[in-house]
Every structure is written in C-alpha cells, then in structure tokens.
C-alpha cells in the first residue's frame, strides 16, 4: 500500500509562487498516475493536474499556464510548482495515487491579496 505525504504548504502574497511536494513510500509509484487536487473550504475537491507514468501532463483550465506537475522517480516523489498564484487558489491540497487510490492528509495553501 503507498502512503503519501505532502509538504510544502504555505502562506503566500497573490503572485507569488509555492512549490509542493508529495513524497511516496511503501511501494514505487514510477508507473502510476498521479494528481494533485484541492479543496477550498465549503466546496468540492477538484482535480488540479495530472502526470502519467510517461509524464504526460494535463491540468484543471483554471491553472493552465501557472501550474506545473512533474515528477522524480528516483526520488518516488511528485510535485506541484505553482506560479502567478491568486487568492482563489486558497485550498488544501491533495496528492492522489490513481493507480492504488490512496490519498495523502493534505498541505494548505493560503494566499493573501
């Protein structure tokens, strides 16, 4: 079973950048899709972006062009940089196994304008 933790988290000013992390143990997850969603409070989670196991990207329409997934199989690690960030990109984010299923707990991102 992969277990799933992400970091990187934060309090940041509108147009600043974060970059998250979501680290895999347990089992290799080089040939699995991964995404990244978030959930802002009193709404539903929403798929943010997503990278095959060829690393073929696709992303949510309200974060193209400022997000980026990718990933590090050496390291069994995904991440999420986000870039010109806005005050509605305020959510807890989530890393997703799509392959296992398995979830991680989540990093909070604030953004302030």
């Known amino acids: 079973q992969v277990q799933l933790v992400e970091s990187g988290g934060g309090l940041v000013q509108a147009g600043g950048s974060l970059r998250l992390s979501c680290a895999a143990s347990?089992?290799?997850?080089?040939?699995?899709?991964m995404s990244w969603y978030r959930q802002a409070p009193g709404k539903q989670r929403d798929l943010v972006a997503t990278?095959?196991?060829?690393?073929?990207?696709n992303y949510g329409d309200s974060v193209k062009g400022r997000f980026t997934i990718s990933r590090d199989n050496a390291k069994n690690t995904v991440y999420l940089d986000m870039n010109s960030l806005k005050p509605e990109d305020t959510a807890v984010y989530y890393c997703?196994?799509?392959?296992?299923?398995?979830w991680g707990q989540g990093t909070q991102v604030t953004v302030s304008s």
């Open positions: 997703k196994d799509r392959s296992s299923g398995s």
């Open positions: 347990g089992s290799s997850i080089r040939f699995n899709y």
């Open positions: 990278i095959t196991s060829g690393g073929f990207t």
